[in-house]
């Protein structure tokens, strides 16, 4: 064989080798969900990707015997062509032997390396960065180079499922999308400037309404304004005047004994009129959704979205009264940083190192600001005056502190058995070791 065809014959070898690694690749990397999309667009190649891609068993056996017949090729060809080329070279300056000797040695590194960068590292690369169009690309020539081998497919299909079954092995991949996956690939959305911070918080914010209680969103019973039935006209319009709200709860006698509630609305329409205001007017009263405080932030908007409305009053396991929450609340926890956060009165940063933090804080807004991984017993409370009180175990008093990780949360302000104000203060990370805890009265 002369140079110019041994040249010709690795040259297409090696190409060969590149389009398989490009092919395996791209098949494994390409998104179904993307895939999808494409085929949607009217992209036949796509649907045919999917395809394999749900058994792609014949696919990879072609790409093995093809990739190692190719390598065994190449080998073959290359030895033969640049040890002879390497050894007259070096017959130049060296003695018979030992030139014969370097040049199969020159010739299997030079080999070598071309295999491993040209039809291996770039290729997969490359592969690895547009997996759908290279796996499109690559899918009408694998299935043809299928139709020829598809013999030798049939005998190493039939083996290879055969060891599967006996060794109980995965055969398939599970294309099962996981909130864990939509996750990750927000935040790889936002890495890459795809997506806005808040906008990935936002995407985020929505799976953490399956785990987040009404407590950690709900205005708390002694933050309610309501109305009693027997109030004054003078009274309501007082009240409605200093703190207006879209909805009131009518009690009778005290807020544990819920009649109904009235609306804004309403009562803006009869003093539009010059009416006067009476609660006791059974016009004016609508039943008001009551709602334990156990629900998730998920299950409350769907009672919402059953009954039609907008607000809820929560009840703890005694039906006490325990806090009001609207939609608005939700779609602020949803939103996040979209918007000027709700909380951000709750949780004021003094410096790069301590927050001042009010005791009914929802715990995790505070994992957020504070960029806390893990909190213990979580489960067991909804605020940071929750956590200060587990962790203590008893109420707590000013100056009582709690170490975890690299923060000490310290009470600085109570008003009688409620904690007001927290300081929590990040210290060195190598003076406190991670997930220990201390806590004590100062």
Not at 43 to 70: D, E, F, H, R, W
Not at 76 to 103: N, R
Not at 354 to 360: H, K, N, P, T
Request: contains cysteine.
């Amino acid at each position: 064989m002369s140079v110019n065809q041994s040249l010709l014959l690795l040259a297409l070898i090696i190409v060969g080798g590149a389009f398989l690694a490009i092919a395996e690749i791209s098949l494994a990397a390409a998104r179904p969900l993307k895939l999808r999309r494409m085929a949607d667009n009217g992209n036949a190649g796509a649907l045919k990707v999917i395809a394999v891609q749900q058994n792609p068993g014949n696919y990879l056996t072609v790409v093995q015997i093809s990739i190692n017949a190719l390598a065994i090729l190449g080998g073959i060809v290359g030895e033969e062509f640049l040890t002879a080329a390497f050894t007259q070279l070096l017959l130049l300056v060296l003695e018979p032997p030992l030139a014969t000797t370097l040049g199969f040695a020159l010739s299997f590194l030079v080999l070598t390396s071309l295999f491993i960068v040209v039809t291996d590292l770039i290729p997969k690369q490359v592969a690895m960065a547009l997996p759908e169009p290279l796996a499109i690309f690559s899918i009408g020539p694998m299935r043809a180079l299928n139709t020829l081998l598809r013999p030798l497919v049939w005998f190493y299909s039939r083996l290879v499922n055969g060891l599967i079954r006996l060794l109980r092995l995965p055969a398939r991949r599970d294309d099962e999308v996981t909130p864990e996956d939509i996750l990750a690939l927000t935040e790889a959305g936002a890495r890459s400037g795809l997506l806005a911070p808040g906008e990935q918080q936002a995407i985020e914010n929505i799976f953490e309404l399956d785990t987040r209680t009404l407590p950690s969103a709900m205005s708390n019973r002694d933050e309610i304004v309501y109305f009693l039935i027997d109030d004054s006209d003078a009274l309501i319009r007082s009240r409605i005047a200093d703190t207006p709200h879209s909805c009131y709860p009518v009690c009778d006698g005290d807020i544990d004994h819920i009649i109904g509630y009235v609306s804004m609305k309403d009562l803006f329409k009869r003093v539009l009129h010059n009416e006067p205001i009476s609660l006791a007017d059974p016009a004016l009263l609508h039943k008001p959704l009551v709602v334990p405080d156990r629900l998730t932030l998920a299950e409350l908007l769907k009672q919402f979205r059953l009954v039609g409305e907008d607000f809820a009053l929560i009840v703890n396991e005694y039906s006490l009264v325990v806090g009001l929450i609207t939609v608005n609340d939700v779609m602020s926890i949803v939103m996040g940083d979209l918007v000027p956060p709700w909380y951000e009165e709750q949780i004021v940063r003094r410096d790069d190192n301590s927050w001042l933090i009010d005791g009914v804080t929802p715990i995790q807004d505070v994992r957020r600001a504070l960029e806390i991984e893990d909190i213990p017993q979580e489960e067991g409370y909804e605020t940071l005056a929750g956590f200060m009180m587990t962790m203590l175990r008893r109420v707590p008093r000013r100056t009582d502190r709690v170490i975890w990780g690299d923060y000490t949360f310290e009470v600085v302000d109570v008003d009688s058995y409620r904690i007001d104000q927290v300081l929590a203060t990040r210290t060195s990370s190598s003076s406190n070791e991670a997930d220990k805890t201390s806590a004590g009265h100062h």
